[in-house]
């Protein structure tokens, strides 16, 4: 078992409609989530950085970790089809610091 | 303008042919971070840094070298290259272990 899965998609919705990407993860000991978005042929890039349960927002985007189940969620409100890109979320605690542990992307396509 | 770089972007290569791929950052950065992404498996790390001549093992080093002589870079070396190896590469960077990765733009090897 993985210790983040992810679904890949891909998920295509509509402009303007409200994303809902998921990850859940098994290490109860992860500490610190982040977001990242990447486009095709590009590196990631940080999109959020969370610690602990709750809601953290920004702009039109709203992370969520829910620690008692081990899961977390993006939420993209308004999508745009700028929004289009693979979505990976990344974890990691304080004893494994010194890498992420990463799910393997979602895949997200925002049509006109 | 803040950014990891690497090169090359894009290589094509003999098994056994040795070699090297640059990452560089501007940031000042304590920690540099190598990995690799293929379909299905995600992002996985191959080595990190921890600063200057302070390098260990990730998830998939076998394989791969890496070295930290100057703060700003540190190069991939694959001595002698396997079919396997053929990925798509990324270089991280953030101003200490544990907090959030910048990435490079990637480097796609592809090794026949």
């Known amino acids: 078992q993985k210790e983040v899965e992810q679904d890949p998609g891909p998920l295509s919705v509509p402009e303007g409609a409200i994303v809902s990407l998921n990850c859940t993860y098994s290490?109860?000991?992860?500490?610190?989530f982040m977001w990242y978005r990447q486009y095709s042929r590009k590196g990631p890039e940080l999109l959020m950085y969370?610690?602990?349960?709750g809601n953290k927002e920004d702009g039109r985007f709203t992370a969520q970790v829910d620690k008692s189940s081990k899961y977390i969620s993006l939420f993209i409100r308004d999508s745009q089809p700028s929004d289009s890109a693979t979505y990976l979320c990344?974890?990691?605690?304080?004893?494994?610091?010194?890498?992420?542990?990463f799910g393997t992307g979602t895949r997200l396509q925002v049509t006109l | 303008e803040a950014q990891v770089t690497q090169n090359p972007r894009y290589l094509i290569t003999v098994t056994g042919k040795k070699l090297t791929v640059t990452c560089s950052q501007n940031?000042?950065?304590?920690?540099m971070s190598w990995y690799r992404q293929d379909p299905g498996l995600g992002l996985r790390q191959i080595y990190y840094?921890?600063?200057?001549?302070?390098?260990d093992k990730g998830d998939v080093p076998e394989g791969y070298k890496v070295s930290r002589k100057e703060k700003r870079n540190f190069p991939l070396i694959l001595e002698s290259p396997s079919p396997n190896q053929t990925s798509l590469y990324f270089c991280?960077?953030?101003?200490?272990?544990?907090?959030?990765?910048?990435f490079g733009p990637g480097t796609r090897l592809t090794v026949t």
């Open positions: 991280a960077s953030s101003y200490r272990v544990g907090r959030e990765q910048y």
């Open positions: 290490n109860s000991a992860f500490q610190y």
């Open positions: 969370t610690y602990s349960s």
């Open positions: 990344a974890t990691f605690n304080t004893g494994t610091a010194s890498k992420l542990t």
């Open positions: 940031m000042n950065h304590e920690y």
């Open positions: 840094s921890m600063n200057v001549e302070v390098t």
